[in-house]
């Protein structure tokens, strides 16, 4: 296979030493700009549901339309955005991911200090903001084995994680805090500076990725065909699919009330909404650190099913602190840890398992197959679930949301993952294909 050699690229990739990503400045980089945009995004996405249902008093239908655009477009782009990111240098889609993010945002501050705002204009914005992470994302998934050797990448994986779950963790309270003190719409600027911080820490880093030779190019529809048969060939993959894109509908059909149920049903001021998502995030943190030693106990094949079990009978404390509003914040507090805590053992041993067995050059469309599914089905679950909540109600909607995610875990609970206790790993044949 002919193959093009990029100028940026470097000769190798990091040494094979668990301990060196700590000492690899050029993984660290990327890392620290990774944290602090996650930081960021963690205050707007307090920051923007509270603009929609605090000051522009937007119905159950208009929430669920501000939750569809801000997830649409891996429906609508997530496939072919697969393909162009295996033709082009992943870091350099996530820098112009970043920039456009950061503009996007900073017009919500603008258009409301001129009072122009409204939820129309919220809409769009989410929207825009949802394209660029269609393409960051995907990205950012097929990164990681151009930055590492292929035995670090679960360490990476799990460094990543961790500090997504520390923005998890301290985003939301230090975002209601800052709501509180300047406003929804002045606390989305720190997003924008987080964001331009992602951007100049990409800027920096340095990858030993070779893009596609032109004449490697098949046409587009192809290219998609490809990345899907790759992963639904697989019966591992087609499982976890399985679990994820279940899980991901009926979660979305939960959380997209939660603002609403939190703010106006339990009468929860946005400083102890941000409390609570912070409190709960904790069992994020605690899984990223966790994942490895729960790997080593039960096996990693193992580890999946127990993970999406967990996670699914955990959805069913939200709708269950209706009945007992007097509890309600410590029960959200426990779902939210340990919701956090399984879903990150989850996704760090199905994403580690992703990346070691697709072959490099199948990484970006593998990982926007994935997406498509997973993250295609949030917006159709959005929208269900403002038209439910406007016909039946807030909390009725949220136990539908609650009992479908139930189902979620079979495609994992029900098969092949008990049998194994390590996941295979690539074949030659995978490797050179």
Same mark, same amino acid.
């Given at each position: 296979?002919?193959?093009?050699?990029?100028?940026?690229?470097?000769?190798?990739?990091?040494?094979?030493?668990?301990?060196?990503?700590?000492?690899?400045?050029?993984?660290?980089?990327?890392?620290?700009?990774?944290?602090?945009?996650?930081?960021?995004?963690?205050?707007? &996405?307090?920051?923007?549901?509270?603009?929609?249902?605090?000051?522009?008093?937007?119905? =159950?239908?208009?929430?669920?339309?501000?939750?569809?655009?801000?997830?649409?477009?891996?429906?609508?782009?997530?496939?072919?955005?697969?393909?162009?990111?295996?033709?082009?240098?992943?870091?350099?889609?996530?820098?112009?991911?970043?920039?456009?993010?950061?503009?996007?945002?900073?017009?919500?501050?603008?258009?409301?200090?001129?009072?122009?705002?409204?939820?129309?204009?919220?809409?769009?914005?989410?929207?825009?903001?949802?394209?660029?992470?269609?393409?960051?994302?995907?990205?950012?998934?097929?990164?990681?084995?151009?930055?590492?050797?292929?035995?670090?990448?679960? =360490?990476?994986?799990?460094?990543? =994680?961790?500090?997504?779950?520390?923005?998890?963790?301290?985003?939301?309270? /230090?975002?209601?805090?800052?709501?509180?003190?300047?406003?929804?719409?002045?606390?989305?600027?720190?997003?924008?500076?987080?964001?331009?911080?992602?951007?100049?820490?990409?800027?920096?880093?340095?990858?030993? +990725?070779?893009?596609?030779?032109?004449?490697?190019?098949?046409?587009?529809?192809? +290219?998609?065909?490809?990345?899907?048969?790759?992963?639904?060939?697989?019966?591992?993959?087609?499982?976890?699919?399985?679990?994820?894109?279940?899980?991901?509908?009926?979660?979305?059909?939960?959380?997209?009330?939660?603002?609403?149920?939190?703010?106006?049903?339990?009468?929860?001021?946005?400083?102890?909404?941000? /409390?609570?998502?912070?409190?709960?995030?904790?069992?994020?943190?605690?899984?990223?650190?966790?994942?490895?030693?729960?790997?080593?106990?039960?096996?990693?094949?193992?580890?999946?099913?127990?993970?999406?079990?967990?996670?699914?009978?955990?959805?069913?404390?939200?709708?269950?602190?209706?009945?007992?509003?007097?509890?309600?914040?410590?029960?959200?507090?426990?779902?939210?840890?340990?919701?956090?805590?399984?879903?990150?053992?989850?996704?760090?041993?199905?994403?580690?398992?992703?990346?070691?067995?697709?072959?490099?050059?199948?990484?970006?469309?593998? &990982?926007?197959?994935?997406?498509?599914?997973?993250?295609?089905?949030?917006?159709?679950?959005?929208?269900?679930?403002?038209?439910?909540?406007?016909?039946?109600?807030?909390?009725?909607?949220?136990?539908?949301?609650?009992?479908? +995610?139930?189902?979620?875990?079979?495609?994992?609970?029900?098969?092949?993952?008990?049998?194994?206790?390590?996941?295979?790993?690539?074949?030659?044949?995978?490797?050179?294909?």
């Amino acid at each position: 296979m002919t193959q093009s050699v990029d100028p940026d690229a470097v000769a190798d990739p990091p040494a094979s030493s668990r301990a060196s990503l700590w000492r690899d400045g050029n993984f660290l980089t990327m890392w620290s700009g990774q944290a602090l945009s996650q930081f960021g995004e963690q205050i707007t &996405n307090l920051a923007v549901p509270v603009i929609a249902v605090v000051l522009l008093h937007a119905t =159950e239908l208009e929430v669920g339309v501000l939750n569809a655009a801000g997830v649409a477009a891996f429906l609508i782009v997530g496939l072919p955005a697969g393909a162009w990111i295996d033709r082009m240098r992943k870091r350099h889609v996530m820098i112009w991911a970043d920039l456009v993010r950061a503009l996007a945002l900073m017009t919500v501050p603008m258009l409301w200090w001129l009072g122009w705002l409204q939820i129309w204009q919220l809409i769009l914005v989410a929207f825009v903001v949802g394209i660029a992470a269609v393409f960051f994302d995907v990205s950012y998934q097929s990164l990681i084995p151009s930055l590492v050797k292929t035995d670090q990448i679960a =360490e990476a994986n799990g460094k990543l =994680e961790s500090t997504a779950q520390i923005a998890h963790l301290a985003g939301p309270a /230090i975002g209601g805090w800052l709501i509180g003190v300047l406003s929804a719409p002045v606390a989305i600027v720190i997003n924008v500076a987080t964001y331009l911080a992602s951007f100049a820490a990409l800027s920096t880093t340095r990858d030993h +990725e070779v893009r596609r030779a032109p004449e490697d190019h098949e046409p587009i529809m192809t +290219e998609i065909g490809e990345g899907l048969r790759w992963v639904f060939g697989n019966p591992l993959l087609r499982r976890i699919v399985g679990t994820t894109g279940v899980s991901n509908f009926f979660s979305t059909v939960v959380f997209t009330m939660l603002p609403l149920f939190l703010l106006r049903h339990l009468g929860f001021t946005v400083e102890a909404l941000g /409390i609570v998502l912070s409190l709960g995030a904790i069992g994020g943190l605690v899984g990223a650190v966790m994942t490895p030693r729960i790997v080593a106990r039960i096996g990693e094949a193992r580890a999946i099913p127990v993970s999406a079990i967990s996670f699914s009978v955990a959805a069913l404390f939200i709708p269950v602190a209706a009945i007992v509003p007097e509890v309600a914040f410590p029960l959200l507090v426990a779902q939210g840890f340990i919701g956090s805590f399984t879903v990150l053992v989850y996704n760090i041993t199905q994403v580690t398992f992703r990346q070691r067995i697709t072959p490099p050059r199948l990484l970006g469309r593998m &990982n926007a197959s994935i997406r498509f599914v997973v993250w295609g089905v949030m917006p159709i679950a959005a929208l269900l679930a403002g038209a439910l909540g406007q016909w039946l109600g807030v909390v009725p909607t949220m136990w539908i949301g609650a009992a479908g +995610e139930l189902f979620a875990a079979l495609f994992v609970a029900i098969g092949p993952f008990w049998r194994m206790r390590e996941l295979p790993a690539a074949t030659t044949a995978d490797a050179d294909s």
